[in-house]
């Protein structure tokens, strides 16, 4: 059974800094990325970052560009987010997911977890 878990999340003051972690399990065949993206109710879901398996290859939307970073775990079904210089507009629900294309669009978000909560006050 396919399962991701999403950790890290926390209420921190502007400027602030937080470590995102999702750990995956279960998969019947490997894949081709990991991505984090975020979401507030009742919004569309938003791709954050997205990191291509095995080449270390990455994508940022451009309002994280620079202060967000993704990693892997080498070996493992993991992906890590280094969030720094939080501002109060990325406060939200955060999510990590398989992607069935090396993209940040939607459409191509596969499994992801119950998500992780970051708050940023101002």
């Known amino acids: 059974q396919v399962r991701l878990v999403e950790s890290g999340g926390g209420s921190v003051q502007g400027g602030g800094s937080l470590r995102l972690a999702c750990a995956a399990s279960?998969?019947?065949?490997?894949?081709?990325?990991m991505a984090w993206f975020r979401q507030a109710p009742g919004k569309e879901r938003a791709g954050v970052a997205v990191?291509?398996?095995?080449?270390?290859?990455?994508i940022y939307d451009d309002s994280v560009k620079g202060r967000f970073t993704i990693s892997q775990e080498n070996g493992k079904y993991s992906v890590n987010q280094q969030l720094n210089s939080l501002k109060p507009e990325d406060a939200d629900m955060y999510y990590c997911?398989?992607?069935?294309?090396?993209?940040?669009?939607?459409?191509?978000?596969?499994?992801w977890g119950q998500g992780t909560k970051v708050t940023v006050s101002s």
């Open positions: 997911t398989d992607v069935f294309s090396y993209s940040l669009l939607p459409q191509y978000f596969n499994y």
């Open positions: 279960g998969y019947p065949h490997t894949f081709n990325a």
């Open positions: 990191i291509q398996v095995g080449s270390g290859s990455t």
